[in-house]
């Protein structure tokens, strides 16, 4: 119940499209999800994040989409760029726990 | 402003040694969070320490300690080492904003155990 399921694995993606990565979890006491992006050899960086009281947060290129009813949430990188390219991480926390839980990560690769 | 600083960056360690890790925070930032990444793995947490106490703990063995200094740096340290304790090992201030909690990792410590 603690696992957060994160697909696909990895994903190719041409320069200008649509990435999408994926995200389910079963603990309904979580209310905090976030996406990290991690380049090779550096530590997991906060990109985007959303409480489930909405269903989408935007910043810039980047979406959240959140489907509470479902246990899902997905994070939607447009008009990909070649920078993008790195390992991206979901996350969840239960407030108060402290513990944040990751997803098992998707790396993306986007070609120029 | 000085990020998440860890200490070493490497280390190369064989079964049944015992290492020491450590971390600075980020200025103002007084709660520090240990990680495990396994290769392809996502972080696993280890602790996290707030006002030099132990709050939180994650599915560790006791052989997995840490400290926390008036100073709010920490130190992860870890006994009678295995193979499978290679890993990096990522440190995490801790920021609260607008109810949420925020990570701030550190580029980690790489830990080879031969």
């Known amino acids: 119940q603690q696992q957060v399921k994160q697909s696909p694995q990895s994903l190719i993606v041409q320069k200008g499209g649509i990435s999408i990565i994926n995200c389910a979890y079963e603990?309904?006491?979580?209310?905090?999800f976030p996406w990290y992006q991690q380049f090779p050899g550096k530590g997991p960086a906060l990109l985007i994040a959303?409480?489930?009281?909405?269903s989408e947060k935007k910043e810039g290129r980047f979406t959240i989409s959140f489907n509470k009813s479902a246990k899902q949430f997905s994070l939607h990188i447009m008009d990909s760029q070649p920078g993008d390219s790195a390992t991206y991480f979901c996350?969840?926390?239960?407030?108060?726990?402290?513990?944040?839980?990751f997803g098992t990560g998707t790396r993306l690769k986007v070609l120029a | 402003d000085a990020g998440v600083t860890q200490s070493p960056t490497h280390l190369i360690k064989t079964r049944g040694q015992q290492v020491t890790l450590r971390c600075s925070p980020k200025?103002?930032?007084?709660?520090v969070s240990w990680y495990q990444q396994a290769l392809g793995q996502g972080p696993q947490f280890i602790f996290q320490?707030?006002?030099?106490?132990?709050?939180q703990r994650g599915n560790f063995p006791d052989r997995f300690s840490g400290h926390q200094f008036p100073n709010y740096s920490s130190e992860l340290n870890v006994n009678a080492l295995l193979l499978g304790d290679s890993a990096l090992y990522l440190c995490?201030?801790?920021?609260?904003?607008?109810?949420?909690?925020?990570?701030?990792f550190g580029s980690g410590t790489q830990l080879s155990v031969l």
């Open positions: 995490a201030s801790t920021l609260f904003i607008d109810r949420n909690e925020k990570l701030f």
């Open positions: 603990n309904t006491a979580f209310d905090y």
């Open positions: 996350a969840a926390i239960n407030s108060g726990t402290y513990k944040y839980i």
């Open positions: 320490y707030y006002e030099e106490e132990e709050r």
């Open positions: 200025s103002g930032h007084d709660t």
């Open positions: 959303i409480r489930p009281d909405v």
